[in-house]
């Protein structure tokens, strides 16, 4: 494992350099090639794609890149206030951390003392579902994130794409919410496949392959032997799921969309069985009629 990263940290390091370097090329290539094919196809109106702005500050910076350390440094002393701020937070959250973990079994405890105690037993068996689905999706989650990161910067790389490890980690990471990494990752891995390879029609059906790959074998097989039907969602609850938690709430709502479907799952089921094992369903006569 730490040859690994010993062999993947330098490489990502130059992609990213590299992705620095060629920033006010992309711009440019999109400005003056790709977005008037798109502008001249669709119609739209001349200044739509406007960016002289973005490509000016890259510029600007170009040439101030310098130590990452030393810029994050100077921006922190900036203001005292906030350097302050952070090296409190910096010694509060281990010690939280520690005396929340010390003192966990206590805290429930307590908290279990004052339930209702017809209630117990039952409450603390729907907290218990709750916490393993949770656990379970967020454990199936960031398993299935590592193996889309693994796949699409494989793939990416053996197409021959120049930022392929770069562009397949970031698919990765995005895949912490469905669908968002195939989109982020498929789009700006054509950008970088077309502003590299040009024309050739090859390497761009091979970028396209190797996010339906991917695509389908985490529908196929990272997904459901990841995380399956332990959260319970059907693949129509999970795309509701997220489309209302964006509407309602934005990108927050999007992370937060299938945990809190999955609990809501699991408040439905516990409900279903109550009403399974009422006299409502059994269909009990009421004994004054």
Partial sequence: MMALLLVLVPMLAKQLFRLYELA??????LQHSALPWVQAKFGLADGFWKFDKIKAA????????????????????????????????LVLIPVVCFYLLRDWDIM????????????????????????????????????VMVGLGVIYA????LVGLELGLLIGVIAGLAAIVPYMGFVIGIGSALVA?????????????????????????????LTPLLVGDRIGLHPVAVIFAILAGGELFGFTGILLALPVAAVIMVLVRHMHDVY??????AGAEDPEL
């Fill in 24 to 29: 006010p090329q992309i711009l440019d290539w």
């Fill in 58 to 89: 890259i510029s600007e910076h170009m040439g101030q890149a310098g130590d990452i350390v030393s810029v994050v440094l100077s921006q922190a002393t900036a203001s005292s206030l906030a350097l302050i701020g952070w090296l409190t937070n």
């Fill in 108 to 143: 429930t405890g307590k908290i279990r003392g004052l339930l209702p105690r017809q209630r117990e037993g039952q409450i603390v068996k729907l907290a218990g579902e709750c916490h393993e689905v949770l656990g379970a999706f967020i454990r199936g989650q960031l398993l």
């Fill in 154 to 157: 494989a793939g990416l790389m």
């Fill in 193 to 221: 496949g077309l502003f590299q390879f040009g024309g050739d029609l090859y390497p761009m059906m091979g970028i396209v392959a190797v996010f339906m790959i991917g695509q389908a074998l985490e529908g196929m097989v």
């Fill in 276 to 281: 399974k094992d009422s006299e409502i369903y």
